[in-house]
């Protein structure tokens, strides 16, 4: 039986100490198609202005994590970080996915969705979530995006307290703004 080159032999390598404990997701990335629109949308929505806003991508502080977006197609290609400090890996879609993304795209486009269901051509559908700590919170955002004419997904009450609200983005990307009370740890 051949062996596969790719796996790594475990039983040969040597007892490595155990990493420390992860503390929380630092980053949450979305592939956008018009990084400009989406960048004004973020700032406009989130009532933020951008740490960071290039032809690439955005960045935006959210306490201890960072929603970054990323223009479609510009983080293919490894990159290359001054004075020798390193490589970020290239990331997103494939070349034949991003082909399927872009030709159903509406890119440039910096109206609301009319649909942001995921039977809908050139959408992303992403999900992330946004924490807040107390239901109440939920609805004070639910009537900021009424009143910022961000389409509303969606709503739920959860068993534990928590409150969800939902929203889609210029990109059909799912957002999330949620309280404490929505999953066992938080």
Not at 22 to 50: Q, R, W
Not at 119 to 144: I, M, Y
Request: proline letters at 6%.
């Amino acid at each position: 039986m051949a062996q596969n080159k790719n796996k790594t032999d475990t039983s040969l390598a040597p007892a490595a100490q155990k990493p420390p404990a992860i503390s929380h997701i630092l980053e949450t990335c979305l592939m956008v198609k018009d990084i400009t629109a989406a960048t004004d949308f973020y700032k406009n929505v989130l009532g933020i202005d951008p740490f960071l806003n290039n032809a690439r991508m955005s960045g935006f502080a959210l306490s201890q994590t960072t929603l970054l977006l990323f223009q479609l197609g510009a983080t293919a290609l490894d990159s290359q970080m001054p004075d020798n400090r390193g490589t970020i890996p290239g990331h997103g879609p494939s070349q034949d996915i991003l082909n399927l993304l872009l030709s159903g795209s509406d890119a440039g486009s910096s109206s609301h969705p009319s649909s942001n269901r995921v039977d809908t051509p050139g959408r992303l559908n992403q999900h992330f979530c946004l924490a807040v700590s107390a239901p109440e919170d939920v609805q004070v955002w639910e009537k900021w995006f009424e009143a910022k004419d961000v389409q509303i997904l969606g709503k739920v009450n959860w068993p534990r307290g928590g409150k969800s609200v939902y929203f889609g983005d210029l990109d059909g990307n799912v957002g999330e703004i949620a309280s404490r009370g929505i999953w066992e740890h938080y």
